[in-house]
């Protein structure tokens, strides 16, 4: 399918053209992040583009010295910016309008320059509209990193008003999408109070208990707080049978991997049950290695290094772990799901502890030795119900808001994609 069918039909006064017809395409250069300072020179990077700015660059998130400034490509106000290279088909050829003046930009930046007379924040909106980011989808190439190139986004193609009709159309577009942009912006805003709302309730819960009624006493340690009176609490090592972890097997040796026991990584805990994972290891690797262990359904997971620290899961089937991975098993003092609250309500005073200026890192000792409360066993199975019970409510009011956002996003993006390629009566919304 060519740009123009992506484009469709458009009013007889419109043309279709691709972008070499009217402007010049040229790669930005220089890049480092050493180079980047908290006030100077404004830049704007390729990663700015798919993830920080939304159509229109106004403000600068990074900065150069004036003597770095000269190793950047320096931008003029309405040049269109795309990202050459990003790690999905959606990053690459993302853009944004520039609207700052004496900027630059970085490599892996591809600048589109109009040579004709043109609205700068029309092109804001018809470069990233659907009938475009379709055409700079099928032009990406790479597998791991894919990238775009000048002579592939010379070809995309674009349906071209006339300049008044242009500025007619930004306008439009400049209010509806701010009515739109702030209608998710409060619905986020909701999701963040319910994500908010639902850490309190576990904490409260698991601090606290269920009865309000009940006499108190200072736990002596501060993220717990005042506890119920007739509670204990005791490190994680008293309340189960085996806390351990688990290892890589040599990534040269094949026929320790591909096997029928599931081995997990820190990538896969996400708050979660564990039914699956990404790769497996082989009986022979269990075998071979003393440090690589299954663990039963039902063991309660922890992330113990670099970015993901901190994540939680429970095994859902019977398995192996990587080394960056705290296992506690066989509970016994605890119920599993009471710890899982629990760590999740503790996790920040875990994290605190982590060693590490790079990537933080945590080892089994300090998870083995790190203390809650332990009620009476059957009243942390009560405090799991209703936990479970309000976080249904939560999840449904959380589902609900999400699915508003994204269809709220998806009228945004049908219509700036109507607007730019004709399809509304312009007297209409002018």
């Given at each position: 399918?060519?740009?123009?069918?992506?484009?469709?039909?458009?009013?007889?006064?419109w043309s279709v053209k691709p972008l070499r017809l009217i402007g010049r395409l040229l790669k930005g250069t220089g890049g480092s992040k050493e180079d980047?300072?908290?006030?100077?020179?404004?830049?704007?990077?390729?990663?700015?583009?798919y993830t920080t700015h939304n159509n229109f660059i106004e403000q600068a998130r990074t900065y150069l010295t004036e003597d770095r400034a000269q190793d950047y490509t320096p931008i003029e106000?309405?040049?269109v910016l795309f990202a050459a290279s990003g790690e999905t088909i959606e990053e690459i050829g993302k853009s944004a309008v520039n609207l700052l003046h004496d900027a630059r930009c970085g490599g892996d930046v591809v600048i589109f320059r109009p040579t004709k007379p043109s609205i700068a924040r029309f092109f804001g909106y018809a470069m990233d509209a659907a009938p475009v980011a379709a055409q700079k989808s099928l032009a990406?190439?790479?597998?791991t990193v894919k990238h775009i190139y000048p002579d592939e986004l010379r070809e995309v193609v674009i349906a071209v008003p006339p300049v008044g009709e242009q500025q007619v159309i930004a306008d439009y577009l400049d209010r509806e999408t701010a009515r739109l942009d702030a209608l998710v912006a409060a619905k986020e805003r909701v999701l963040g109070l319910l994500a908010e709302k639902r850490r309190a309730l576990i904490t409260r819960a698991v601090t606290r208990g269920l009865d309000p009624r009940a006499p108190l006493r200072d736990a002596g340690i501060p993220w717990l707080g005042e506890i119920p009176a007739h509670w204990k609490v005791l490190p994680l090592k008293y309340g189960f049978s085996r806390i351990g972890s688990g290892t890589t097997p040599p990534t040269g040796s094949a026929n320790y991997y591909d096997g029928d026991?599931?081995?997990?990584?820190?990538?896969?805990?996400?708050?979660?049950?564990v039914t699956s994972t990404n790769e497996s290891v082989t009986q022979e690797a269990l075998s071979a290695l003393s440090s690589l262990r299954t663990y039963p359904t039902g063991s309660l997971l922890f992330a113990m290094y670099g970015a993901t620290i901190g994540r939680i899961a429970v095994l859902g089937v019977e398995a192996t772990v990587n080394q960056a991975v705290c296992v506690l098993a066989d509970a016994t003092s605890f119920e599993t799901w009471f710890t899982f609250?629990?760590?999740?309500?503790?996790?920040?005073?875990?994290?605190?502890q982590a060693s590490g200026a790079g990537q933080p890192n945590l080892n089994a000792e300090i998870v083995r030795n790190h203390r809650i409360a332990c009620p009476p066993l059957q009243t942390q199975e009560t405090i799991v119900e209703y936990i479970v019970a309000e976080s249904v409510k939560s999840d449904a009011l959380r589902s609900a808001t999400e699915r508003t956002i994204g269809l709220l996003k998806e009228r945004r993006a049908a219509?700036?994609?109507?607007?730019?390629?004709?399809?509304?009566?312009i007297g209409a919304i002018a």
């Open positions: 399918m060519s740009g123009a069918d992506l484009i469709g039909e458009v009013p007889p006064h980047v300072v908290e006030i100077g020179v404004p830049c704007v990077r390729y990663g700015d583009l106000y309405g040049d990406g190439r790479g597998t026991v599931p081995w997990v990584t820190t990538s896969e805990l996400r708050e979660n049950v609250f629990s760590l999740q309500a503790s996790r920040e005073h875990l994290i605190v219509l700036i994609a109507a607007a730019v390629t004709g399809q509304m009566d």
